[in-house]
């Protein structure tokens, strides 16, 4: 399986290592870090309203935060060519606490996602919202490119196993992000349009399959009562009622901070974390939503574009799945809060209150600083 | 793996990329757009509707109930009142533990099973931090005795609501009815807004005809409330108005006199005064007690004053209708004078009965010896029946009719309390349209000494007595003085109505019945002769007896043999002082026998304490 880009890249590699542990050169992006800073400012901002200022919540979403970014910039500072050599044995990990967590797994919220090891509680998806882009793109990336049709059948497995196993747990919103993570390494990786089109095809049939025998009830529940919300005001639906009132009722320039009745008066449920998008429509109306979505594609923007400029199809491949992941969780839980998306549980990208997501998220971009600043060096 | 071995190309990598790339470029930004919008359709075009939603989201209106209007007499004794009633009410998070505090507070004070299970219910449809009652009508002992065991019970407190309260119990409930809580039938035709935080409402009497007035007006609290329904602040408030407070015509103490008076008899008192139409008593007994309506009235107490044969319930004065007897003799003298049909000092022989020209039947007198030779003045004093058959006849009923009529009987009133009945004043018409049958002669007869067909009210005869005294002035009955409005502090008097006069040929005629009927009372022979006696002012009446039981032919009627409650009612009827009348009554007593012996007496008690007494303050 040996060519011989794979030996210019291993040689690249001990070039750079060489490079690294003598340069005193910080690995940190600007744009990337400006962005993300002040992203999660407005996160604190519209926090302290929607915990109804807590700021024990401040506290706790600061700490994590600092953990998270702390993580990024660690990450930022290995160089691609060591991330990409853990690749498969990350994958492989993964794969085996999975396994793990399926048998032995601590119950959560009806869910079983969580490994206790004893001094501390670990999501093995978490590890996986990486591991599965990284495991893709080292496999596709010592291939040639568009992939052949059986590189795609295996790469379709690997992605197809831990997304099965994690919505086992159940836990449809991390399943299907991780799906959607292998398969934008598939698409930047040139998936023939004609397996594309046949995909979208057949994903009808398949959706009623999974529907009828892979969905659990309360998966069934969101579904149907994001079809139609006001069938069930008080249940299911409240949620999504409770939402599109928030966020209508701001109009184009808000309550204003702190002033958002729905999520103050505790009709807007889950208002701190994955509704939090609400609070913000309801406090800063249109022009802020516009605010926030334009910072998110300016991060998207930039991944896009430290993607094109790597020199290397794996970093390729693994940047533009990462900063693609990224909108699709923006607009994923956009999209549910605004009523056009079922409720599937995906948090806001820094905004929404919560730890784990929020250091897997860094550690991508972390990744992708890495990318971008490594390449500066190598391109000298 | 060797068959089909291709070279890795960066290059053609690296545009395959870029292109894969610009398709994503071009995917997240046209996302993105769906986003923006659903965000302007959410927040622009729908914001007026989401924005309502948030509104109804987080204010509740809560009602608040004026304080209904005070009731006075016309001497300001307080008929009506508010009182607060005391009850425990619960709010069941502050209470640790339900079951065992119901438990040790059923051993202070009486708590039923029925408490407990309409405490449980209630339970349900209320917010966990809101008040539940558990007990109403606590007794002052109860209240007392929950006080000092308050520490024991957390959750549970003292609540204190307004309860409509008739501190003169029984005597005013013909005239104040009552009030009791708002029954289905009642909310369809209120004004829902205006009711919202009402729970009573005015029934009969009274409080029926001036519920409007009484009610006030309705204040509302708009209060922000958080998802479970807890109330968070004030946002703003418009304070109820409370009712208006009236000043009823009445006098208390003359209205408990003359209930007095009647004793244990069932009957009916109306005294007003003639001059502008103020209701100064209007009794009917039995009475009962309106306080027990209020708080809601128990099955078996209800069914118990239903089911009375004495008809508690039932307002005399204003439904009750009864043959006026021969009260009706003043006014059939007076039709005679009117229309030349009877000369004032031409006399007739009673022999004691009459009998109409080929017809055997005999029309007894009451004095079955006859009294001899009778002029108008004497047969309305002694009360003779033949001179009355004699003229009814010569009138005939169309006369009688149209005569009778002026003097309001056969019609309502028009008193501002509801229920009130128009008796009947028959006439050709009205028997064929209700009996299909023609009008005999001998019907003409019975209907001019008052019996018959004839029917009046307590009510209907006061007034037709009060024309009698203000010599053709019509007067329309009233309750209500004036009016309070507490919030202004202001008084509106209501000026009386006098619905016209009724002018006479020859109005000497007044004179020569009222001259007839102060013999009644003051004449040496007159039927009411006993209370005559003795009186600073001059009395003028007229006693009646209506029959309640027909009595055959050559039968005679021996009251001790007549079931009590099929002997004669009795009544009567006066103004005085006569020359200057300021009181004109009518008393019936239910199976009193005759109105001489036990209706008269009752009359003369209510004038004697409303003239003397005023003649009193007067002098002061």
């Known amino acids: ?293 334009s910072l998110y594609l300016y991060i998207v923007y930039r991944g896009i574009y430290i993607a094109t400029q790597a020199q290397h199809t794996f970093d390729r491949l693994l940047a533009g799945s990462l900063i693609l992941t990224f909108f699709f969780y923006v607009f994923v839980n956009i999209g549910m809060v605004i009523g056009i998306l079922p409720v599937v549980g995906l948090p806001l990208p820094l905004i929404s209150y919560g730890g784990t997501s929020m250091v897997t998220l860094m550690l991508g971009f972390g990744i992708l600083m890495s990318i971008q600043t490594h390449r500066k060096l190598l391109s000298k | 793996m060797a068959q089909r071995f291709t070279l890795k190309d960066p290059f053609r990598e690296m545009q395959l990329f870029n292109n894969r790339a610009v398709f994503a470029l071009v995917l997240i930004t046209l996302f993105t757009f769906i986003l923006i919008g659903r965000l302007v359709y959410l927040q622009i075009f729908y914001h007026e509707h989401f924005s309502t939603l948030s509104h109804e989201n987080r204010v509740n209106i809560v009602p608040l109930p004026p304080t209904r209007g005070l009731i006075y007499d016309r001497n300001g004794v307080l008929l009506a009142q508010n009182l607060p009633a005391f009850g425990i009410e619960v709010i069941p998070e502050q209470v640790p533990d339900l079951a065992t505090s119901l438990k040790t507070l059923a051993s202070i004070i009486r708590i039923e099973q029925d408490d407990i299970d309409r405490f449980h219910r209630l339970r349900k449809q209320k917010k966990a931090f809101s008040s539940v009652p558990l007990r109403f009508r606590l007794s002052d002992e109860e209240v007392a005795l929950f006080a000092v065991n308050r520490h024991r019970f957390p959750g549970f407190d003292v609540v204190a609501r307004l309860m409509r309260n008739y501190p003169l119990k029984n005597t005013t409930v013909h005239t104040l009815g009552f009030v009791g809580r708002i029954n289905v039938n009642e909310m369809r035709t209120l004004d829902s807004s205006n009711y919202s935080g009402t729970t009573h409402i005015g029934k009969i009497g009274i409080e029926k005809a001036y519920e409007e007035a009484l009610h006030g007006t309705v204040g509302v609290k708009h209060v922000e409330v958080n998802a479970t329904g807890r109330v968070l602040r004030i946002l703003k408030q418009r304070h109820p108005q409370p009712g208006k407070n009236l000043i009823l015509t009445i006098d208390a103490e003359l209205q408990r006199a003359a209930e007095q008076a009647l004793g244990e008899n069932r009957g009916a008192i109306v005294a007003l005064n003639p001059n502008n139409g103020d209701i100064l008593a209007l009794v009917s007994t039995p009475t009962y007690d309106p306080n027990l309506f209020v708080m809601g009235i128990d099955k078996t107490t209800y069914g118990a004053l239903q089911n009375s044969p004495d008809r508690p319930l039932f307002n005399r004065a204003l439904r009750g209708q009864y043959p006026p007897g021969s009260t009706i003799k003043p006014f059939m003298g007076l039709a005679g004078l009117e229309y030349n049909k009877i000369e004032v000092n031409k006399k007739i022989f009673c022999p004691g009965w009459f009998s109409l020209r080929g017809d055997a039947h005999k029309y007894r007198d009451w004095k079955k010896t006859g009294h001899g030779q009778v002029n108008l003045n004497k047969a309305i004093a002694e009360s003779c029946d033949v001179l009355f058959y004699d003229l009814s006849l010569t009138l005939g009923i169309d006369l009688i009719h149209t005569f009778l009529g002026q003097f309001g009987f056969g019609k309502t009133t028009g008193i501002d309390l509801t229920g009130e009945q128009p008796a009947l004043l028959p006439s050709r018409k009205w028997k064929k349209r209700v009996k299909n049958q023609i009008w005999y002669p001998g019907e003409t007869l019975i209907a001019g000494i008052g019996q018959g067909y004839t029917l009046t009210t307590p009510l209907q005869l006061a007034v037709a007595s009060a024309m009698l005294a ?151």
């Open chain 1, 1 to 293: 399986m040996l060519n011989k880009q794979y030996d210019v890249a291993k040689m690249n590699a001990q070039h750079e290592s060489g490079r690294i542990f003598s340069s005193r050169r910080f690995h940190i992006d600007a744009p990337l870090f400006y962005a993300l800073v002040l992203l999660s400012l407005v996160g604190l901002a519209i926090l302290y309203s929607s915990s109804g200022q807590d700021m024990d919540s401040i506290v706790k979403q600061l700490v994590r935060l600092a953990a998270a970014f702390f993580a990024m910039l660690l990450i930022a500072q290995i160089p691609p060519h060591l991330i990409r050599y853990w690749a498969p044995l990350s994958f492989a990990i993964g794969l085996i606490l999975l396994i793990f967590v399926l048998f032995f797994g601590e119950t959560g919220k009806g869910a079983q996602r969580w490994l206790d090891l004893g001094f501390f509680r670990f999501q093995p998806s978490e590890l996986m919202k990486l591991a599965v882009p990284l495991m893709i793109a080292w496999y596709l990336a010592d291939r040639t490119l568009p992939p052949q049709f059986k590189h795609v059948i295996i790469s379709t497995l690997m992605i197809l196993i831990p997304t099965v196993l994690i919505a086992k747990q159940p836990d449809l919103g991390t399943a299907l992000l991780i799906c959607a993570s292998g398969i934008f390494v598939l698409l930047f990786a040139g998936l023939s349009w004609r397996i594309i089109c046949s995909v979208v095809v057949l994903a009808v049939p398949l959706a009623w399959a999974v529907w009828r025998f892979a969905m659990h009830e309360y998966q069934r529940n969101r579904v149907l009562t994001f079809l139609n919300p006001e069938n069930d005001p008080l249940g299911s639906g409240y949620h999504i009622i409770q939402s599109k009132i928030a966020i209508g009722s701001g109009g184009i320039y808000g309550k204003g901070w702190l002033n958002g009745t729905q999520s103050h008066l505790e009709f807007l449920p889950e208002s701190s974390t994955d509704f939090i998008f609400a609070v913000f429509s309801e406090e800063f109306g249109l022009i802020g939503t516009l605010f926030l979505l």
């Open chain 2, 470 to 620: 203000n010599k053709g002035k019509k007067i329309k009955p009233r309750m209500v003085k004036s009016i309070h409005d507490p919030k202004t502090n202001t008084t509106t008097h209501i000026a009386p109505v006098s619905p016209g006069i009724l002018h006479l040929e020859n109005p000497n005629n007044w004179n020569i019945i009222t001259a007839a009927m102060i013999d009644v009372v003051h004449g040496k022979r007159g039927t009411a002769r006993k209370i005559g006696k003795n009186t600073p002012y001059i009395i003028a009446g007229k006693t009646g007896t209506a029959q309640v039981f027909g009595i055959k032919q050559d039968e005679e009627y021996i009251e001790e043999e007549v079931a009590l409650r099929l002997r004669d009612h009795a009544l009567f009827i006066a103004f005085a002082p006569a020359d200057a009348p300021e009181i004109a009554i009518s008393v019936i007593v239910e199976n009193g026998g005759s109105g001489s012996e036990t209706a008269a007496p009752v009359a003369r008690k209510i004038m004697d304490l409303y003239l003397l007494k005023k003649n009193k303050n007067n002098a002061k």
